[in-house]
């Protein structure tokens, strides 16, 4: 199984940014999606998840209104569109798969796969 994130870099406070993540190796629509994210010094915590249809979504309270997760099984990619970016959204930001977990599970980041990180730094 292979998670390949994509899409981070620089960007300004304010600005935007779309991280992609593409998948293989694994029944793709089978699998919720989560994207976590771990900053300098800081413990890895919860982004934002989607089911298996994309018929839910939970986002953390420092993503919501901010932060939209999609997903597109026909290409095996799931999408984290990140808006009114801040600096402290500064992180590395993992893709992450799960298959037949709960939502308590998955926000705590009991995930099966797990992609390489990429870097997104928000400064001006």
């Known amino acids: 199984v292979q998670l390949q994130a994509s899409g981070g870099g620089l960007a300004q406070p304010g600005g935007s940014l779309r991280l992609t993540c593409a998948a293989s190796?694994?029944?793709?629509?089978?699998?919720?999606m989560g994207w976590f994210r771990q900053a300098p010094g800081k413990e890895r915590e919860f982004v934002a998840a989607?089911?298996?249809?994309?018929?839910?979504?939970n986002y953390a309270n420092a993503g919501k209104g901010r932060f939209t997760l999609s997903r597109d099984n026909a290409k095996n990619t799931v999408y984290l569109q990140m808006n009114s970016l801040k600096p402290e959204d500064t992180a590395v930001y993992y893709c992450?798969?799960?298959?037949?977990?709960?939502?308590?599970?998955?926000?705590?980041?009991?995930?099966?796969?797990w992609g390489k990180g990429t870097l997104v730094t928000v400064s001006s």
């Open positions: 989607i089911n298996w249809s994309g018929g839910w979504t």
């Open positions: 992450a798969a799960a298959r037949s977990k709960g939502a308590s599970q998955i926000i705590s980041g009991s995930m099966d796969y």
């Open positions: 190796g694994l029944t793709f629509s089978s699998y919720t």
